[in-house]
């Protein structure tokens, strides 16, 4: 079954503390692999997206996500988390073939610490 | 930056009342979609929509659900009897042009959803 694992339901960091968030998938096909993240009160924002070629890719505000296919992992990194990261992320997988079918994790809600 | 509105950002409605929620997408983008997200529950997807027919949809969108593209720039998405578990934030989303591989096809914007809470 194709499924999405964010195993950190809440993590809490300090600010100017490194940043990583897991997201394990389990599908089928060669992945797409996506992470958004909700600010309260908005929308899912692109952060990044992996679709081929270098396994390191990096995105909007300082994050970058490292595909390791090995581990059917997609986790998500920030050297240096800002008061303004708080907020909710998710991680997604999909398909070209399946046209915009996203499955989603579970999300991972992060606090900063000041 | 190009977004996707949607209306209204929460809607409350008496069990077995019809809903609209409508959505505008970015204005190049051709392809359309209906996700849901019941509370502390993940994103579900509903729906795809390309080409003025729905292309793919899921077990939860069942004939309760519809979904029309009035006007060449609305999406809408309608809920015919709306039972309490219906109650959740719907987003909608937008993709394209372009197809297969890294096109903007695969790439979804979202809007900032429209919750819903059904008494």
């Known amino acids: 079954a194709q499924s999405v694992t964010q195993p950190d339901i809440h993590i809490t960091v300090s600010e100017g503390a490194s940043l990583e968030l897991r997201c394990n998938y389990s599908y089928g096909a060669t992945p797409y692999l996506f992470w958004y993240v909700q600010s309260p009160g908005q929308g899912l924002q692109l952060l990044l997206k992996y679709f081929s070629g270098d396994t390191l890719v990096q995105g909007i505000k300082g994050f970058e996500a490292e595909f390791k296919r090995s581990q059917s992992s997609f986790n998500l990194r920030k050297p240096s988390v800002h008061w303004s990261d708080a907020a909710e992320y998710f991680c997604?997988?999909?398909?070209?073939?399946?046209?915009?079918?996203?499955?989603f994790g579970q999300g991972t809600e992060l606090s900063v610490k000041p | 930056e190009p977004e996707v509105t949607q209306t209204p950002s929460h809607q409350v409605t008496q069990m077995g009342q019809e809903v609209i929620l409508r959505c505008v997408p970015i204005?190049?983008?051709?392809?359309f979609y209906w996700y849901r997200q019941i509370l502390g529950q993940k994103v579900e997807f509903l729906v795809s929509?390309?080409?003025?027919?729905?292309?793919?949809k899921s077990e939860i969108f069942d004939d309760q659900f519809s979904v029309e593209r009035p006007d060449g720039s609305n999406f809408t998405l309608k809920i015919r009897s709306t039972k309490l578990e219906d109650s959740a934030m719907y987003f909608c989303?937008?993709?394209?042009?372009?197809?297969?591989?890294?096109?903007?096809?695969?790439?979804?914007?979202f809007g900032a959803g429209s919750r819903l809470t059904v008494l």
């Open positions: 989303a937008s993709s394209g042009p372009g197809t297969g591989g890294d096109s903007g096809a695969n790439v979804l914007t």
């Open positions: 204005s190049n983008h051709l392809y």
């Open positions: 929509f390309y080409n003025n027919e729905i292309s793919e």
């Open positions: 997604a997988v999909g398909a070209v073939y399946q046209g915009g079918k996203l499955i």
